[in-house]
């Protein structure tokens, strides 16, 4: 075979194009759909990622249905919790209830949890030093120090509601605000003894005494002054300077440590049976929800419609 | 071409090129495929608005791990291994310092780092999560293209495409990737892609009781996340790494790294 001239033009040009083939036909079998129309990625992974099912369907999503559990927990402190964190993710128990999707979804698997337990609580409340010192905190011996009982654990649940764990009297958000309050524990650990007018040099401290004196001032001569204010007058910090503070007068509140329970010592504080005790006193419950501080008031410190300490003749 | 024409080196080379992109062009024609469908996520939702941020809020934090647990049944992440988790700093009047994070955080703290008699100068939690950084230390050591960022800023993993080579967890600065076992690929904060793209809260800052996490578009001026970077102070992890994160700590301590 006579070689031309330009046979080996021919061939070289023959294998650059084969190369070409070849090398279009190798990317494409390696390279996936849609890599390259976003970026060095595949496009497609987007829409795959965003395509799965949310699990936590929020608060607006139970708010369908239970209106009235909602509404009870907007106007107390547990207003920021969203429900599916004690009652778990309610994707499984929205699609059954609206029958949407059911394939394969039974009631069992549709129920959610009424979560009861102290540790569940505890998660949150437990007194920590890293937690926030706003921040409503406990020693869990301590805090049911005064119930005198012994031995095993009281769950939380039987005093507070976790819906409203602390039956505010005013709805927590247009509780009123109030210049930021310190206590000796917010820059103490552990808190002295000395009462901080009894430091020298000690920087002055604003007290409830301070602008609150008449009040305060009576409150000590009365029964409750084993408590703290922030006892009944809770507080939350809401920015630097400024806390949200609570009225509480509520039934509820009251009963939280005055209810009588098998776990209470009636000897340690006084206990009432409730609702019982208002059938036993005669009372028409006029205003269920005050009707603690209406008659004993003067156990707690004056009020608007009260008489002075010295007037009760205490 | 005659045999008496005689081709110059410049010619030849042209030709050649020709040639090669000629056939190039021609295979793409023939193996091409048709065009992708639109990149569709959800309605009303197009990625180019939006440029994902986070704030985290370590003066609210109480650490009880209710983001970790929700992130861990949202994602179904592998026990174990967690997407977020929580921090726990404290620091004792001899500037020792304690650093602990039990199990992710996943079931809170039981107790305190230091001991009831030990003197604590400051304690606080500080909560972490992917940075979802602008110039990302993982994406670029991907050696398949299978981790990326997304057009609204979140870095995302394809698993369909990654080969768990692990180069992205090592990569990052801030430990934020785990290979998946299950999967063998690599895993990491999705900031609840398919949550945000709906115009749901991510799992975490639904499920945090006092509002330290906040995820929000920083392409937006009113958002509620510019409006809080406008007003606190804000520090990031490791800045001088030259990763510009997108994730925005405020009251963040020079002990958290």
């Known amino acids: 075979m006579r070689h031309r001239r330009t046979t080996h033009l021919t061939r070289g040009f023959t294998l650059l194009v084969l190369g070409g083939l070849a090398y279009q036909g190798i990317r494409v079998q390696l390279v996936p759909a849609t890599f390259g129309e976003l970026g060095t990625y595949r496009a497609a992974a987007l829409a795959e990622i965003a395509a799965e099912q949310p699990l936590f369907q929020g608060r607006d999503a139970c708010n369908e249905c239970h209106e009235d559990?909602?509404?009870?927990?907007?106007?107390?402190?547990?207003?920021?919790?969203?429900?599916?964190?004690?009652?778990?993710?309610?994707?499984?128990?929205?699609?059954?209830?609206?029958?949407?999707?059911?394939?394969?979804?039974?009631?069992?698997?549709?129920?959610?949890?009424?979560?009861?337990?102290?540790?569940?609580c505890l998660l949150c409340h437990r007194r920590l030093r890293a937690r926030p010192v706003s921040f409503p905190q406990i020693d869990p011996d301590e805090h049911v120090a005064f119930l005198r009982r012994d031995g095993a654990a009281v769950d939380c649940v039987e005093c507070h509601s976790p819906h409203e764990p602390i039956f505010l009297l005013t709805d927590a958000e247009s509780a009123r605000l109030h210049p930021v309050i310190r206590e000796c524990f917010h820059c103490h650990d552990p808190v002295p003894e000395?009462?901080?007018?009894?430091?020298?040099?000690?920087v002055p401290v604003f007290q409830c005494i301070?602008?609150?004196?008449?009040?305060?001032?009576?409150?000590?001569?009365?029964?409750?002054?084993?408590?703290?204010?922030?006892?009944?007058h809770l507080y939350t910090q809401v920015s630097d300077t400024a806390d949200r503070i609570f009225k509480n007068g509520n039934v509820k509140f009251c009963l939280l440590c005055h209810e009588e329970k098998p776990f209470k010592d009636p000897a340690a504080i006084p206990l009432v049976r409730w609702p019982a005790h208002l059938d036993e006193e005669e009372i028409a419950a006029v205003d269920r929800e005050k009707t603690c501080i209406q008659c004993h008031w003067e156990k707690i410190h004056l009020m608007s419609w009260g008489e002075t300490a010295e007037e009760t003749d205490r | 071409m005659s045999a008496d024409e005689k081709l110059d080196r410049r010619e030849f080379v042209t030709f050649s090129l020709t040639a090669g992109a000629g056939g190039a062009v021609i295979g793409s024609a023939v193996f091409a495929r048709p065009p992708a469908e639109e990149v569709t996520l959800h309605e009303g939702?197009?990625?180019?608005?939006?440029?994902?941020?986070?704030?985290?809020?370590?003066?609210?934090?109480?650490?009880?791990?209710?983001?970790v647990r929700a992130c861990a049944?949202?994602?179904?992440?592998?026990?174990?291994?967690?997407?977020?988790?929580?921090?726990?700093?404290?620091?004792?009047k001899d500037e020792t310092i304690n650093v602990q994070s039990p199990r992710g955080?996943?079931?809170?703290?039981?107790?305190?780092?230091?001991?009831?008699?030990e003197a604590v100068m400051k304690a606080f939690f500080v909560p972490k999560l992917c940075n979802h950084c602008l110039a990302s230390a993982c994406t670029q050591v991907c050696p398949v293209g299978a981790t990326f960022?997304?057009?609204?800023?979140?870095?995302?993993?394809?698993?369909?495409?990654?080969?768990?080579?692990?180069?992205?967890?090592?990569?990052?600065?801030?430990?934020?990737?785990?290979l998946?076992?299950?999967?063998?690929?690599?895993?990491?904060?999705?900031?609840?892609?398919?949550?945000?793209?709906?115009?749901?809260?991510t799992a975490c800052v639904q499920a945090c009781p006092v509002g330290a996490r906040l995820c929000g578009n920083l392409d937006d001026e009113d958002s509620e996340i510019r409006k809080k970077l406008r007003e606190r102070r804000y520090g990031l992890l490791k800045p001088d790494l030259g990763t510009r994160p997108k994730c925005f700590y405020i009251g963040l301590d020079l002990e958290v790294v």
């Open chain 1, 69 to 120: 559990i909602v509404d009870t927990v907007r106007k107390d402190t547990h207003r920021t919790v969203n429900c599916e964190d004690c009652h778990g993710p309610a994707q499984l128990h929205v699609a059954y209830q609206m029958g949407e999707d059911d394939e394969g979804i039974t009631a069992e698997m549709a129920l959610l949890p009424k979560e009861k337990d102290r540790a569940l």
């Open chain 1, 194 to 202: 000395t009462p901080v007018a009894e430091v020298e040099g000690h």
């Open chain 1, 210 to 232: 301070d602008c609150h004196g008449e009040l305060v001032e009576d409150f000590e001569k009365r029964p409750h002054s084993i408590v703290s204010c922030a006892t009944c």
């Open chain 2, 45 to 67: 939702y197009d990625p180019r608005d939006f440029t994902w941020g986070f704030v985290v809020d370590t003066t609210r934090c109480i650490g009880c791990g209710s983001c």
């Open chain 2, 73 to 92: 049944k949202e994602n179904d992440v592998p026990e174990g291994y967690y997407r977020t988790w929580v921090e726990r700093y404290e620091i004792a």
């Open chain 2, 105 to 117: 955080a996943i079931a809170g703290f039981l107790r305190d780092g230091f001991g009831p008699d």
């Open chain 2, 149 to 178: 960022h997304s057009p609204d800023g979140v870095i995302l993993v394809d698993r369909t495409h990654c080969m768990g080579c692990g180069y992205c967890v090592q990569a990052c600065p801030y430990g934020c990737r785990f």
């Open chain 2, 180 to 201: 998946n076992q299950e999967l063998g690929v690599a895993d990491k904060c999705t900031l609840c892609y398919h949550r945000i793209t709906r115009g749901l809260p």
